[in-house]
Each structure stands twice: as structure tokens, then as C-alpha cells.
């Protein structure tokens, strides 16, 4: 099987701007979860989705986003951009509550 | 104080030692997740486990409920081994919380 996918794998947006990133689950994994890691706060939970609902939330701001397809395609938004937004952003899927597998990440940096 | 703890924070080995990593929790747990993350950002799931020990070639993980405690043990180390280890607890749902993970050096 396939594993994780996300893309792009790197991005580089200007403070304001607004930013998609895409992650792909393994087949027939139908939970995702996105992280997002800093130098400064280590990995954090942002959200998780399972069949397209929102499970759960992590404690970001309303600017972070994020919705699941009937595919279980996940996208994650992040709206007006700030420096602090630049990280690393990963994405992980299971099949429940198992264990996840991650994706190789998005590395977002904000000028 | 983070829920989640591990020590040490830094950890430099020579190859052949046998490595101890350990990760300490505050919180109620449905299982405990061992990851590994190279330069670059790449992670690897190594163990998730609520009970016991688990074994997966030079890798042991074992945890502690009662005394919510976990260690990783590396046997016969090898400079491959050279990554940052993570702990992380769920809780029930896939939410994971991380600890600040451990840099491992092994160097031959």
C-alpha cells in the first residue's frame, strides 16, 4: 500500500495570505489528523477528522481549518498568515483508534 | 508542567551501548506512542502500546500504567539509530499528546 502523502512539501507564503495543504491517507484509513511542529512548542495537535466529520480540536486559533472528503482526502486552511504560522505540518492516518502513520510533512515558512 | 515528560532531553551514545529513554505521563491514557523522526522531518511510528512490552528487532518499549511510566530501551546501538524519539499519549480519540522528544546520538 501506498503510505501518507502530503503536498506540496514545501510552501513559502508572505504574513496575510492564506494556505491549503493536502494530505492523502493510506487506503482504506479513514481517520486523519494534522500536526503542526515548531522549534519552540514541539509537535501540537491541531485537529482530527474521521468520515468526514471533525472529531476533535486542538487549541489553534479560528484561522486554522480543516474538512475530510468521502475519500478521506484531508485538506487543512490557515487564513491570514502570521510568522509564528511557519512550521512543519504533518498529517497522519489510521484506521481508528490505532496506530498512525505519518506523512513526510509540509514545511510552510511565512515571510 | 507538561503532561507528558521525557528524559533525558539530549543523549549521546557510543555504538554497541545498550540506550534507555524514558517518558513519564499525568494523565489518563488509552495507549502510549513511541515515534521516531530523522533530520527532515520524516516520522516513524514505532510502538503504540497501553500495557506490557512490545518488541520489534533491537527496539524494546514497555510501560508502566500504575506508576504512568514508559521507557524505550535500544540494544546494541548503531549510529542509524541517530533521530529524535517522541512519546506521545492518546487519550480515546486520536488525539495525541506529544512530549518534547529525546536527541539520540550514536556515534561509531
Known amino acids: 500500500k501506498a503510505g501518507v502523502t502530503q503536498t506540496p512539501r514545501y510552501l513559502i507564503k508572505t504574513r496575510g495570505q492564506q494556505v491549503t495543504l493536502s494530505c492523502s491517507p493510506i487506503?482504506?484509513?479513514?481517520?486523519v489528523s494534522w500536526y503542526q511542529q515548531t522549534p519552540g512548542q514541539g509537535l501540537q495537535f491541531l485537529f482530527e477528522y474521521f468520515s468526514e466529520t471533525q472529531r476533535n480540536k486542538g487549541n489553534f486559533p479560528g484561522r486554522f481549518s480543516g474538512r475530510q472528503f468521502s475519500n478521506s482526502r484531508s485538506e487543512m486552511n490557515v487564513s491570514t498568515l502570521e510568522l509564528g504560522d511557519s512550521a512543519l505540518y504533518l498529517c497522519?492516518?489510521?484506521?481508528?483508534?490505532?496506530?498512525?502513520?505519518f506523512g513526510p510533512g509540509t514545511r510552510l515558512t511565512v515571510l | 508542567k507538561n503532561e507528558v515528560e521525557q528524559s533525558p532531553q539530549n543523549l549521546t551514545a557510543q555504538e554497541g551501548e545498550f540506550i534507555t529513554i524514558n517518558c513519564s505521563y499525568s494523565v489518563g491514557i488509552s495507549a502510549l506512542h513511541w515515534l521516531q523522526q530523522h533530520p527532515g522531518g520524516g516520522i516513524v511510528s514505532l510502538f503504540m502500546?497501553?500495557?506490557g512490552k512490545k518488541k520489534h528487532g533491537r527496539l524494546i518499549a514497555t510501560i508502566n500504567i500504575q506508576e504512568k511510566h514508559s521507557s524505550l530501551h535500544i540494544t546494541a546501538s548503531h549510529p542509524r539509530d541517530s533521530a529524535v524519539y517522541i512519546c506521545a499519549v492518546g487519550r480515546n480519540t486520536d488525539k495525541l499528546i506529544f512530549g518534547t522528544g529525546t536527541r539520540l546520538q550514536v556515534f561509531p
Open positions: 497522519a492516518s489510521s484506521q481508528g483508534a490505532d496506530t498512525q502513520y
Open positions: 487506503s482504506g484509513h479513514r481517520s
Open positions: 502500546l497501553s500495557s
